[in-house]
């Protein structure tokens, strides 16, 4: 335990900075987990940990470096799946396009010998 006035003012300024570190590196931690809505703030909140002394500079460029990586990977994903739903659709409704057609020139064409 501290014994003089100015180590026990140290003792609390450091128990007040540790708590308010913990819950940016709580809230840093649980931002990372989950895919995030807002990208800026995920980055500032980032930098905000690196200029505080929470994470590393180094460990900041290299989250933001993986969450950038993560979010070309799934929109290149969402991007192929969109593609080939689209490919699907268009093999489904063309057959069933011209047997619509055909169907038509059909009833036309006994319409006319009548």
Sequence with gaps: MPITSSAKKALRVAQNKKT???????KL???LK???KNLSDVISM???ASKRGIIHKNKANRLKAKLMQNIKTNLAKKSTAQKSEKKVAKK???PVAKKIVTK????KKSAKNK
């Design 92 to 94: 489904i409704t063309k």
């Design 20 to 26: 308010i570190n913990d819950r940016l590196r709580r």
């Design 46 to 48: 980032i930098d905000k």
């Design 34 to 36: 989950k895919p995030p």
């Design 29 to 31: 931690k649980s931002l």
């Design 104 to 107: 038509k020139k059909i009833i």
